[in-house]
């Protein structure tokens, strides 16, 4: 195993086990829908995963060390971002497991509503790219595909409690998952 592939072999296994350990420890899997979708969304994520891993291993020897480490930057701003969504929001229902009954509005809140969603198709969308693999890219379009449901889903929640004049506001202020760059500015 080559340097490179070390890296990215190492850097990997840190984001991995970082969203494993939050999955287990932050996200609370509440019964009805939300444990429902826990079920398809686990294993496809496994096998995502899994890929990844097989594909660090088999096919990086000849990638040119500049993707790799590309490949692991990117890892990495998508771990900062999920772990700094954790530290601001304290514990979130899973997936459609409804609304907490507070709106977080700092920390990476401030410039996008969903940071845990943009930090997951950022790591999902590297090894992707990367190993450019049918089974990452189908995995990838139902990762993203349930993302996006599931942040318009946990709005719909929102707006129709006693926040959504808030949340509205919000919305206003802040895109789902593309930072607004005059959010930066202030």
Not at 90 to 96: I, P, Q, T, V, Y
Request: hydrophobic fraction near 45%; glycine fraction near 6%.
């Amino acid at each position: 195993m080559n340097t490179a592939t070390a890296l990215l072999a190492f850097t990997y296994t840190i984001v991995i086990l970082a969203l494993i350990l939050a999955r287990l420890s932050f996200f609370k899997v509440k019964p009805g829908k939300a444990r429902f979708s826990a079920l398809l969304y686990d294993p496809i994520v496994l096998i995502h995963i899994g890929y990844t891993f097989y594909y660090i291993f088999e096919h990086t020897q000849g990638e040119n060390p500049w993707t790799i480490i590309l490949a692991c930057t990117v890892y990495m701003t998508g771990l900062l971002l999920f772990l700094w969504g954790i530290n601001t929001a304290k514990e979130l229902n899973f997936a459609f497991g409804g609304f907490s009954g507070k709106i977080i509005s700092s920390g990476p809140y401030r410039i996008m509503r969903h940071p845990f969603y943009v930090s997951y198709t950022l790591i999902w969308t590297t090894g992707t790219f990367l190993f450019n693999s049918p089974v990452l890219w189908i995995t990838l379009i139902y990762l993203v595909a349930f993302y996006w449901h599931s942040a318009k889903s946990e709005e719909k929640a929102i707006l129709s409690s006693e926040m959504a004049r808030e949340y509205e506001s919000y919305c206003k202020e802040t895109n789902m998952f593309i930072p607004r760059i005059k959010s930066w500015k202030s």
